[in-house]
């Protein structure tokens, strides 16, 4: 059996000050009836000196001797179960896009999650259901679109990684204390607070060249989005539902696709009522995915105090995610009724959205770590790329038809 804990921090507690691990175990024979052990380790700039942020793993180990004279010198080897109970140490990447980065790139590329990117799927997705539903709205041209939709999935690639520094910089000290996110950068050490900070504007200027690309009244529309992207890892801390506040911010890409091919939303009641719906429609998706995901942490987040929908309804989980999935069917339909889609977007993107998130909610173990993770991941891919489908197929049927709203439109103009 092992020494009290009150032993191992004392000793632990007398040689804070040094790059050493303090190891003990009991030994029930005549000559002593428990035995210490330090062990010299590597050092590492990973790792500061005090206890809570120490872990290194026994693989550093370079030297093991007794305290007492008194002990035995029989050789002391850690337990298998000791060894399986030590959080390992951070290991680079030696596979993937960034493994081939030079090594001071590698906490920025990881910081920024862009070996991870179902995020930026998922910040994309609004931004591309709003432009493939004003593409139809205002019969553009595929060019058009297709430029809008790159501009769009660079925007969000940007500003999912200013998200993500920005919640890392909020989370920085609980971090270390979650299993999943401890060896994030700044939590381990490998970025710095003040670089960080320096990285997020960098990111925000970039998002904001993006931005300038649109047309100015995107300005109007995108700008507030940020009070959402800083408020949300706040809102950890503060409701239960802090995924709603999430889905404020990944589902503001629902706004900017009408202003984005020249429609005023203010000013057109009809791109209004498809605007707020879509919004709606991509607030309950958020919602629904990231409780699942909330899902993965939720031991670990009882244990630092951080509050999330999934624990507040853990015991009802799959009701509410059920609510979460009608709630975005009915006003993805509402938003499609709003600018007179064709029976294509309501087969092929409520149809497919019906589908494959009743799927998942059915098929999710939510108790199981790697059925949330690979239904979060793939629910992207499912059911974002199904509603994206069904959309393009409904607008490309509609500008070819032999009578399309182009001409409707031009008819019009010409009798205004």
Known sequence: MFCSAQKLSSLRGALGGSKVKAFSRCQ??????????AAKVQPSRRFGASVKRCR???????????????????????????LDRLPAAYQPPKTGFISHLPPSWIPYAELIRIDKPTGTYYLFFPCLFSTL????????????????????????????????TINDLWDRNLDPYVERTRHRPIARGGVSPVNAIAFTGIQLLA?????LQFPTSCLIYGIPSLLFVTAYPLAKRVTNYPQFVLGLTFSWGAIMGFPALGVDVLADSGAMKAVAALYASCVSWTVLYDMIYAHMDIKDDVKVGIKSIALRHEKETKGVLSVLALLQLGFLAASGSAIEAGPIFYLGSCGS???TLGLMIWKVRLKEVSSCWWWFKNGALFTGGGIATGLFADYWVNINQPYSKTDQLAAEAALS
Do not use: E, H
């Open 353 to 355: 959205a019906a589908v």
């Open 133 to 164: 539903m004003a593409a139809s709205y205002t019969a553009s041209t595929p060019s058009a679109v297709l430029s809008t939709s790159i501009l769009f999935f660079t925007g969000a690639l940007i500003m999912r990684g200013a998200g993500c």
């Open 207 to 211: 998002g904001l060249g993006i931005l």
């Open 28 to 37: 029930s024979d005549s000559q002593s009836g428990c035995r210490l052990f």
């Open 56 to 82: 290194s793993d026994l693989s550093n180990i370079t030297t093991l001797t007794p305290v007492s004279r008194s002990c035995s010198s029989k050789p002391f080897v850690p337990l298998a179960s000791t």
